[in-house]
């Protein structure tokens, strides 16, 4: 049974800096891909990044392009969202997603597992 688990979460303001975490286990995460989506109140789930477990290879919404960066540590069995330069419309909970196959996704239905979320509140 897969697990994934979110921490990292808070209350800013805008321009600062924020770094989430997600553990897994109960897999073999070599084979898998990971994402990050958010979901802002009254709004659909957005995607916000991509990541290869085994190649580390990324992809990113043209939104957070060059303030976000997705990473992973094998030995820790986590990925990591580290969100500078934030902003008000970052508000969201962001929800990190596993799925069984590497080739890049950014639509939620195409992952397999999901962690609760953890908030993020940016203010202006």
């Known amino acids: 049974q897969v697990q994934l688990v979110e921490s990292g979460g808070g209350l800013v303001q805008a321009g600062d800096s924020l770094r989430l975490s997600c553990s897994v286990t109960?897999?073999?995460?070599?084979?898998?891909?990971m994402g990050w989506f958010r979901q802002a109140p009254g709004k659909e789930r957005e995607f916000v990044a991509h990541?290869?477990?085994?190649?580390?290879?990324?992809y990113y919404a043209d939104s957070v392009k060059g303030r976000f960066t997705i990473s992973r540590i094998n030995a820790k069995n986590t990925v990591y969202l580290q969100m500078n330069n934030l902003k008000p419309e970052d508000t969201a909970i962001y929800y990190c997603?596993?799925?069984?196959?590497?080739?890049?996704?950014?639509?939620?239905?195409?992952?397999?597992?999901w962690g609760q979320g953890t908030q993020v509140t940016v203010s202006s």
């Open positions: 109960g897999g073999t995460f070599r084979s898998y891909a």
């Open positions: 990541i290869n477990w085994s190649l580390g290879n990324t």
């Open positions: 997603a596993a799925r069984s196959r590497i080739i890049i996704a950014t639509l939620g239905d195409e992952y397999d597992y």
